[in-house]
């Protein structure tokens, strides 16, 4: 069975930081496709970024710049770096990744952004 669990959530002021980190069980991150996504209150999920199977990263064009997503094999984990954060990043951010062909969806951490 394969387990996903986001953390690093919070409370930051505009312009501020945070790190997410998602870890898995069950399955090797380091050869899987991981995706970061956020969904705000009343609005659908979206794509934030997303790490391939062979580490080639892509973003939103409304983080570029900002986000960053990475692997620690170590760890077996995927990290968002966030920085200048925006009030319109609150939201709460999901990580998923796709093993034998299931989707599998963390629960979720919360980020908050205050003007």
């Known amino acids: 069975q394969v387990y996903l669990v986001e953390s690093g959530g919070g409370l930051v002021q505009a312009g501020g930081s945070l790190r997410l980190s998602c870890a898995a069980s069950?399955?090797?991150?380091?050869?899987?496709?991981v995706g970061w996504y956020r969904q705000a209150p009343g609005k659908q999920r979206e794509l934030v970024a997303r790490?391939?199977?062979?580490?080639?990263?892509n973003y939103a064009m409304s983080v570029q710049g900002r986000f960053t997503i990475s692997r620690d094999n170590a760890k077996n984990t995927v990290d968002l770096q966030m920085d200048s954060l925006k009030p319109e990043d609150t939201a709460v951010y999901y990580c998923?990744?796709?093993?034998?062909?299931?989707?599998?969806w963390g629960q979720g951490t919360q980020v908050t952004v205050s003007s």
């Open positions: 998923n990744t796709v093993n034998a062909g299931i989707v599998y």
């Open positions: 069950g399955v090797d991150f380091s050869i899987k496709p």
């Open positions: 790490i391939s199977s062979i580490g080639i990263p």
